[in-house]
């Protein structure tokens, strides 16, 4: 049984362009949310996605996207990056009888 | 408007001792509680849970206490041991359809155990 996955684990993107990350849930997890941890903060929830379906969100603007495949995989775009995007991106999958495992990560650079 | 606070963003304690992380949440509505545990380079790690209907839970070294009255929670961990060195976080959701809802996260409890 392999865990939740991120990648990349690193990246550096330029001001005002795109990032897309992604996420490999943990096997047999239906439900992938997605955190942005700032740097001495605690992790804030993005969104949630159940089955492909949007699952609740948070104070995170329309520039914050997401996907869920059938597979359960999920992706995080971000459009119009700012310097306060740079942060640490956290997938977590889960289903409805577990608590969410989270990934390592990716760390987000935006100069 | 921070929801749940953990008022304390470091903690130093001996080998064998006890350490106490401390939780604080505003929003009655949250009716479940977690502990995640954090290494440098890695994402949390879920530690232990406790839901509104209980105020004690335990899992070998670990034991959550909460206070509904008092919208308190706490962490024990005895014997403190050198590995258990990281940070804190504390979380909390309302559960429904499932333990997995949206988790609003405290700032983090740095802790130190020191040998």
């Known amino acids: 049984e392999t865990g939740v996955t991120q990648s990349p684990t690193h990246l550096i993107k330029t001001r005002g362009q795109q990032v897309t990350l992604r996420c490999s849930s943990q096997?047999?997890?239906?439900?992938v949310s997605w955190y942005q941890q700032a740097l001495g903060q605690g992790p804030q929830f993005i969104f949630q996605y159940y089955r492909e379906e949007e699952n609740g969100r948070g104070n995170f603007p329309p520039r914050f996207s997401g996907l869920q495949f059938p597979n359960y995989s999920s992706e995080l775009n971000v459009n119009a990056l700012e310097l306060d995007d740079s942060a640490l991106y956290l997938c977590?999958?889960?289903?409805?009888?577990?608590?969410?495992?989270f990934g390592q990560g990716t760390r987000l650079t935006v100069v | 408007d921070q929801q749940v606070k953990q008022n304390s963003p470091s903690l130093s304690v001996q080998e064998g001792r006890i350490s106490i992380l401390n939780c604080d949440y505003t929003?009655?509505?949250?009716?479940?509680f977690l502990w995640y545990k954090k290494y440098p380079a890695e994402g949390p790690t879920f530690l232990i849970s406790i839901s509104s209907i209980k105020d004690k839970n335990e899992d070998g070294r670990f034991t959550v206490f909460l206070n509904k009255s008092a919208k308190h929670l706490s962490l024990h961990i005895v014997p403190s041991q050198p590995g258990d060195s990281a940070v804190y976080f504390c979380a909390a959701s309302r559960l429904y359809g499932g333990a997995t809802n949206k988790l609003i996260f405290g700032t983090g409890t740095l802790l130190a155990v020191q040998p």
């Open positions: 096997s047999g997890h239906n439900t």
């Open positions: 929003n009655s509505m949250f009716d479940y």
């Open positions: 977590a999958s889960s289903t409805d009888d577990t608590e969410a495992f």
